[in-house]
């Protein structure tokens, strides 16, 4: 057990010098100059070459990496080009707000899906079944910046019960739980659906299984079945793929943070690509690579405690 | 190479088995369940609209005609209204179905391939797993609109170009699905009988233990068009899909979102086509993934 | 029995979501009402913008974009300004100049006037700012706005002399854009000016979070006297539908630069005002002239008359006018006459040239920049060039990309604008189509020794009258000789709510909180 994590940080280690080499290349092979960018339509050649003599884009490419890597193993994620703020400032900034973001959708994808998925697996191909499936399912389809924009028509300009957009508390204060709901439940229900299936799943396989046959055979109430002896072992699937949804939703909080103006890492990232901001998006990436690896490994080794039988060994 | 006859006999008897159960169970279940019809049935009917649409109708879905803007839904010569460009939204809508079948198909069968095949190496031969699977973790850290952003940043942005994106996206996780399969298959008794009579590795892969793990792929398929016809449509509203006059229904919503208190059927009509396929999609895979996954649903006929 | 109710659990759930859909819809028409706001007579003096993109920087010798400008306007000065209506320049922390030869520029400075960090304004920080936005080490983006100048000298505390290579027409010009902007030397050898800006102007800032939104407060000794707002705020709101529904409910005080889409929606919003302008900016069809056949006059002139502009115009619902004419009507420059030297449309004609030459089906290779305006233009031309025979291969990138490569030859038709912000033609004309710029702004490499004469005239002397004759030869040369066509000249634009008073807007999009309140 020690040694997996011991050896999965090591591996962090190469995965992240791995990441950091792919996107430092594949932003300067890219199409598109930092320095005309912040030049802008209106710079000579002078204004453009002096630019790019003041970004240190004019040294070799190698030369360019190895210092990026030089500042990075004494923790400098550099200086953005186009704000000339530090990396890690920028990004600091936004974490809060996109940690906000996804932690209240995966709580929101928690509360619309363990009911459904509970739902389906009880009343197996009833009705209810498939009306949880459905509406699951049709939240996974609806693609969310059409769904934001469907929702902000209706609860805040029509309705006017939730502020527009915009997020600037935590969502467990009451400013900021005005201002997550639409967003939490924009992005929450595409992971609802997940949440759902693999709670109807496991919820269907634990129901078979020997002890709670033996519970029923003793003669325990059917509700304290479910509740006691069902749900508690079905939630450990469910709870892993919360944890590695929390990953994903990382990255995929982009749109939503987009469509509600929030002021997150995942907008952070849009603008640095299409700005070509060289350090932002590298250290961006770096981030998320770094959230979701780490998040993985924790989610192994909950596994690995809860479950006796997995040796990763 | 030969096999001995009595041996081949027993492994084609164990594979039919197991490949027939498959079936007549996946057709019966199938027909159970009503939501996986209704999801055939509107894959049919993009299908038969992707297929027919030089038939089904008489405009060119780029033509414009700056006289006729944002007519509604039901305006006469136009039932489904035309955009702030004049041209016909049902021409647009059933090119867009065309559109987005081919996308979703190339860009699978592309992640796919390479995912399968990277997935059986990776499997059967321990030498090649660490490398393919580091190599697929490193791309799994990349959150995947991200990845995509980064591809389409360096390729520029055009249909291809997002195809290419999300099939080297869905690369990884393809991969590690079928390298999981692989690796129970290869315990199975009749794969070492195989390997103890004589039989070449690249025969066992493709002849055996690729059949064999048909079924997950399928299901990957599946879920996957979902996902790749979803992300083609959000790069779209990001401004890096296809160009503004081809019929994608994600570039059509976030062209029609400027219009959207104006002549909302612009963004309504592509947005309820999207979702409806999309969920068509999911539902087939998650019908597809009960009926072929061995290990539950056992009693679920 | 049991499928009934499957299929009635079907029934349902498509229920369920038509009727999201529905509420959606039906919703819209049953506003109007909505969005009076109660006339308080204690309103607080505060009032919140919003942008769609973020600001880069305060600094403004080191950023270049109107998001920015927006800001870096409120908090600093420049030594003469454009009048928003007439656009004749006056002196502001300059009190008045002369010109003792072409080439010398002494200029008075305004007394009394001091940096919100308390350094005083004189000409040793005129000096500073100037140089400092010249020096080649700073990699400024905007450097080559004081290119002409040779030499920047201190004749006493008021007293600056500015030394240019030639005589240089467009000088006040340049000192009124906001990139020469006076900055506060202390201020800026202690800190980074980009993060902390110290200026002359009516606003400091007080609170800045990267992305999300900058505070400004009122410069309570500001010398002209205090503004009357005492809280700006600058928001972010990257989704244009999501900006204007925040000014919708009032999460927003105003916007400017609306959509030509959204202009209708804007209009009909209760408690909400607008206002329009015709403005400077120019939006026009480029084609590289590198190439054939767009090398030759011919095929530009059918490509011209193959273009309805008035029915693209009519697209952008009254927030853009036809023109021919390069330099538009409230840039220096502009005489009413250039109007009758275009091409009009005339797609017979077109079609005429293109098949007595042998163009007919010919594939050109359009580039376009993602941007709603451009990608507009882009899909109007694509199509009305299909209907003469022409084939038109489209190709959309990102801003960034495209900035690189319409610098480069990889291109035959192209969409670009220019915002004109020092409304000077010379301006306009030098870096655009002059051969000197080739490979930077001047995208189509059009290379004509004629006009670039003309255009160094224009120039090269301090004669405002020569000036504007020799702009306006050259402008009617380029419009005959069609490097360019000119799609539509911009109209300015402000969306604001209706307690907002005393906003307005000049022709090159800029505004200034100064006067502006609060009822």
Not at chain 2, 145 to 167: E, M, P, Q, R
Request: include cysteine; hydrophobic fraction near 45%; charged fraction near 20%.
């Amino acid at each position: 057990m020690f040694a997996m994590i011991i050896r999965r940080m090591v591996q962090l280690v190469f995965l992240l010098i791995g990441i950091t080499f792919i996107v430092f290349m594949a932003m300067h092979i890219a199409p598109g100059d930092p320095a005309s960018i912040i030049g802008g339509p209106t710079a000579t050649k002078t204004d453009i070459i002096q630019i790019r003599e003041r970004l240190g884009l004019d040294r070799p490419i190698i030369i360019q990496y190895l210092d990026y890597l030089n500042g990075l193993l004494h923790g400098d994620l550099g200086i953005s080009f186009q704000t000339n703020r530090s990396v890690a400032e920028e990004i600091w900034i936004r974490l809060p707000n996109t940690v906000n973001l996804a932690v209240a959708s995966v709580i929101v994808s928690i509360l619309i899906g363990i009911p459904l998925g509970i739902i389906s697996a009880l009343k197996r191909n009833s009705w209810l079944d498939v009306f949880s499936t459905t509406v699951s399912l049709g939240g996974i389809s609806v693609p969310h910046f059409w769904l934001g924009a469907i929702f902000i028509l209706i609860f805040a300009v029509h309705l006017k019960w939730l502020p527009v957009g915009g997020l600037h508390a935590p969502f467990w204060t009451p400013q900021g739980f005005k201002e997550i709901i639409l967003p939490a439940i924009t992005l929450g229900t595409g992971s609802a659906a997940m949440t759902a299936r693999m709670t109807r799943s496991a919820m269907l396989e634990i129901i078979r299984a020997d002890f709670v046959r033996t519970a029923r055979a003793k003669g325990v109430k059917e509700r304290a079945v479910i509740w006691v002896h069902c749900l508690r072992n079905a939630m450990i699937p469910v709870v892993t793929v919360i944890g590695l949804n929390f990953g994903g939703l990382l990255g995929g909080t982009i749109i939503t943070e987009q469509v509600f103006a929030i002021n997150g890492v995942g907008r952070l990232m849009i603008e640095s690509i299409s700005a070509r901001d060289f350090p932002m998006v590298q250290g961006g990436v770096l981030l998320i690579a770094t959230i979701f690896v780490v998040i993985n490994l924790l989610v192994d080794i909950v596994y690995a405690l809860i479950d006796p039988r997995i040796n990763y060994d | 190479m030969s096999l001995d006859a009595a041996g081949q006999e027993i492994v084609k008897e164990m594979e039919n088995q197991l490949n027939r159960n498959y079936f007549l169970k996946g057709i019966k279940v199938l027909f159970k369940q009503p939501l996986a019809l209704v999801g055939f049935a509107i894959i049919l009917i993009q299908i038969i609209l992707a297929v027919g649409a030089n038939w089904l109708t008489a405009y060119d879905p780029t033509a414009q005609d700056l006289s006729h803007v944002n007519l509604p839904i039901g305006s006469e010569h136009h039932w489904l209204g035309t955009d702030n460009y004049g041209r016909d939204m049902w021409s647009r809508l059933i090119y867009g179905a065309r559109i987005s079948l081919i996308i979703g198909f190339t860009s699978v069968s592309l992640g796919t391939i390479a995912g399968t095949i990277l997935g059986l190496l990776a499997g059967y031969f321990r030498v090649l797993d660490g490398i393919i699977m580091r190599i697929s973790d490193l791309m799994f850290a990349f959150p995947g609109i991200l990845l995509a952003l980064l591809i389409v940043a360096i390729l520029g942005s055009s249909l291809v170009n997002v195809v290419i994106a999300i099939s080297i996206w869905s690369v990884p996780s393809c991969a590690r699905i079928v390298r999981g399969n692989v690796l129970t298959v290869k315990k199975q008794e009749y794969i070492t009988a195989m390997r103890s009579l004589g039989a070449g590795h690249l025969r066992i892969i493709f002849k055996h233990i690729l059949p064999n793990s048909l079924a997950p792929i399928i299901v990957f398929g599946a879920m996957h068009m979902a996902t790749a016809i979803l992300s083609t449509s959000s790069l779209s509203y990001l401004g890096l899909g296809a160009d503004p006059a081809t019929p994608e229904w994600g570039a059509m919503i976030s062209n029609g979102q400027q219009y959207m208190w104006q002549a909302p059927h612009l963004v309504i009509i592509p947005g309820i086509a999207i979702a409806l396929v999309v969920f068509a999609f999911n539902v087939v895979g998650d019908a597809l993934r009960d009926v072929l996954d061995p290990n539950m649903n056992i009693d679920q006929l | 029995m049991k499928k009934s109710k499957k299929v009635m659990g079907l029934v349902l759930s498509v229920l369920f979501f038509i009727g999201l859909v529905l509420t959606g819809c039906s919703n819209q028409s049953s506003e109007s009402s909505s969005g009076k706001s109660s006339g308080k007579s204690n309103t607080p003096q505060e009032i919140t913008y919003a942008s769609t993109s973020k600001v880069v920087g305060l600094s403004p010798i080191m950023t270049n974009d109107s998001v920015s400008a927006n800001v870096i306007t409120q908090i600093y000065e420049t030594l003469f300004v454009k009048d928003p209506d007439t656009m004749e320049i006056k002196p502001n922390l300059a009190e008045s100049y002369e010109n003792p030869d072409p080439k010398t520029w002494v200029i008075h400075l305004r007394k009394n006037i001091k940096f919100t960090d308390g350094t005083p304004f004189n000409a040793e920080a005129v000096k500073y700012t100037f140089d400092k936005l010249r020096d080649p080490k700073t990699g400024a983006p905007r450097a080559s706005l004081l290119a002409a100048v040779d030499t920047i000298t201190v004749k006493d505390d008021y007293t600056v002399v500015i030394k240019t290579k030639q005589p240089y027409g467009p000088m006040l010009a340049a000192l009124a854009h906001y990139n020469s902007s006076i900055v506060s030397p202390t201020a800026d050898k202690k800190q980074d000016l980009m993060k902390k800006p110290v200026g002359t102007g009516p606003f400091m800032l007080k609170e800045w979070v990267a992305g999300d939104h900058i505070t400004l407060v009122k410069n309570p000794n500001y010398w002209k006297g205090a503004p009357k707002l005492d809280k700006v705020t600058f928001k972010v709101v990257p989704d244009v539908n999501t900006a204007i529904s925040m000014l919708q409910t009032g999460d927003v005080d105003f916007l400017d630069g609306i959509p030509a889409e959204q202009w209708s929606r804007v209009q009909g919003m209760a408690g909400v005002k607008t206002l329009k302008k015709t403005g400077t900016p120019v939006s026009y069809l480029g084609f590289n002239v590198r190439h054939k056949p767009f090398s030759e006059l011919k095929f530009r002139q059918a490509i011209a008359y193959a273009i309805d502009r008035d029915a693209y115009v009519k697209q952008l619902n009254g927030l853009g006018t036809k023109s021919n004419s390069i330099i538009g009507p409230k840039v220096f420059g502009y005489d009413p006459s250039a109007e009758k030297v275009g091409y009009e449309y005339n797609p017979e004609k077109a079609k005429q040239i293109l098949k007595e030459n042998g163009w007919e089906g010919m594939t050109i290779h359009m580039l376009v920049a993602n941007t709603p305006g451009y990608m507009k233009m882009g899909e109007i031309v694509q199509d009305q060039l299909k209907k003469v025979g022409l084939k038109v291969d489209m190709q959309t990138m990102e801003w960034g990309t495209f900035l690189d490569v319409s610098k480069q030859d990889k291109f035959d038709i192209t969409f670009l604008g220019w915002s004109n912000s020092t409304a000077d033609g010379s301006e306009l004309l030098y870096p655009n189509l002059h051969s000197d710029n080739i490979g930077a702004s001047n995208v189509t490499a059009y290379n004509n020794p004629e006009f670039d004469k003309l255009v160094n005239e224009s120039r090269f002397t301090v004669d405002q009258k020569v000036r504007k004759k020799k702009l306006d030869e050259a402008n009617k040369m380029a419009i005959k000789d069609a490097p360019w066509i000119v799609m539509n000249h911009g109209v300015v634009t402000l969306a604001y709510r209706d307690n907002v008073k005393g906003l307005n807007i000049d022709p090159t999009g800029e505004w200034s909180l100064y006067p502006v309140y609060k009822e």
